[in-house]
């Protein structure tokens, strides 16, 4: 004998209050060379993440890479090998990056451990040697790199719209060229770290189950004797958006369609700051927007169209981005104006400003869940000049932010007669189709 149990749909239970945002105790210090240390206590694991961020502006941008490229390969005292031994010993790793607007020095180790990590950090940035060695290796590595993504579409694409969007800017290049990079030799980059590579200005981030003034104290003895006047080179405000014509590049055979679109924003510090998050999260800023559910869900063009506001020192841009199939490139682009036409002319419904609230405030707790994420959401902001207190003023603001908010912030910003539109595909195949939508300008990838 079966016994017949009856199944049905179970509706979810409704989502709970919003937790108020808490932040962790933290401490900072001016040090008497210029650096700000900020060090937060995050009681999880016995680990300490480590975010050193340097203001690097405007700089021959081969030398700028190659410098991150090889800041850790040796000093008077380490070799690159030993560095790394080093850094096992107490359970942890340096990595350096650059970008536009910084240089960043990256790493964790255990909390017993900072001590020496922070004396290996301090050796490095007062004695890197960029011996001609590794630098001949890392520079061909580098050159390996930037080849392998200049034959990816959606590189080829980014790189477009940041010419199209910043034009003259230090921004509108983010990708020095091949031949740039063979040409720089040790020497350079000594030059370059004197010039650059200075405490004035510079912002170093400790988080983890430490005591916040230990840290502090930790981060004096190793980090006081760093010094150098160097050079500020500060950048430019980036110029506004200037709509135009559609440029579509050329990329002959191309079976789908890189489609990238660019709209003002604001820095985070904006009153509209909040409400224009939100209305980015329902444009298709996560994957329940309307962009999403058009486009992937309903229509099948695409596999993940995605919106997102990135903040840098010199300005704010929402970037919007999608991998279409070539034959639906036109038909991909006319829903992308019809949802931004539909957000920035009509308010949303309530329920649907609601859901993409918890998004945002549910994702702001998140990102402060771990010490590594903590640790760059602190260095972030604080490269900004905020600090963790700003991220409880944000989600109170978010809490707040009504349909007229967010309605009034996608009129503003999101309307498609703000946009910078790029595509990159087979230009024989698409710019009919396009042409019938709107002015095509065309050239060459």
Do not use: C
């Not at 350079?188 to 003034?213: I, K, S, T």
């Not at 230990?214 to 405000?237: F, I, K, S, T, Y």
């Not at 400003?353 to 549910?362: D, I, K, S, V, W």
């Not at 703000?418 to 009919?432: C, F, H, P, Q, S």
């Amino acid at each position: 004998m079966t016994a017949t149990v009856e199944t049905g749909t179970r509706p979810l239970p409704p989502l709970g209050p919003t937790r108020k945002l808490k932040v962790p105790t933290q401490a900072e210090r001016t040090l008497a060379n210029g650096l700000t240390v900020i060090a937060v206590r995050r009681q999880a694991i016995p680990l300490v993440e480590l975010r050193l961020w340097m203001p690097f502006g405007r700089t021959h941008l081969a030398r700028g890479a190659m410098l991150a490229q090889t800041i850790l390969s040796g000093t008077a005292t380490h070799t690159a090998t030993q560095i790394a031994a080093e850094l096992q010993k107490v359970g942890g790793g340096l990595s350096a990056g650059i970008d536009p607007d910084r240089l960043m020095l990256s790493g964790a180790s255990l909390v017993t451990g900072l001590g020496r990590m922070l004396e290996l950090l301090a050796d490095v940035l007062t004695g890197a040697t960029y011996p001609g060695d590794w630098v001949e290796t890392e520079r061909d590595r580098l050159v390996d790199r930037i080849q392998v993504a200049r034959s990816q579409p959606a590189h080829l694409a980014r790189t477009a719209l940041l010419k199209r969007i910043y034009g003259k800017h230090p921004y509108a290049v983010q990708t020095p060229e091949p031949d740039e990079v063979r040409t720089v030799r040790s020497p350079v980059l000594r030059r370059l770290h004197a010039e650059r590579v200075h405490p004035a200005g510079a912002v170093l981030v400790l988080v983890g189950d430490v005591q916040p003034e230990r840290a502090l104290d930790a981060a004096e003895q190793a980090l006081a004797g760093w010094d150098g006047a160097g050079n500020v080179a500060e950048l430019p405000p980036a110029p506004p958006l200037e709509p135009g014509p559609l440029l579509l590049v050329d990329r002959p055979g191309s079976v789908q369609s890189s489609l990238r679109i660019a709209l003002p924003a604001v820095p985070r510090t904006h009153p509209d700051h909040a409400a224009l998050q939100l209305a980015n999260l329902l444009f298709g800023g996560y994957f329940s927007s309307r962009w999403v559910e058009n486009i992937r869900e309903d229509k099948g063009y695409t596999y993940g169209p995605h919106s997102v506001v990135e903040h840098s020192v010199a300005g704010s841009v929402l970037i919007a981005a999608a991998e279409v199939a070539t034959e639906v490139t036109a038909p991909a682009l006319l829903e992308t104006t019809y949802e931004l036409g539909r957000l920035a002319a009509l308010p949303p419904k309530p329920e649907e400003l609601e859901q993409a609230r918890q998004y945002a405030l549910g994702t702001l707790q998140l990102g402060m869940s771990t010490q590594a994420g903590l640790a760059s959401l602190t260095s972030a902001y604080a490269g900004n000049g905020l600090r963790l207190d700003f991220l409880a003023e944000h989600a109170a603001r978010l809490a707040k932010a009504t349909v007229d908010d967010v309605a009034e912030a996608a009129a503003r910003y999101l309307a498609p007669a703000k946009a910078v539109t790029v595509i990159l595909g087979d230009a024989e195949r698409i710019a009919g189709p396009l042409a019938t939508l709107t002015e095509v300008r065309t050239e060459a990838a």
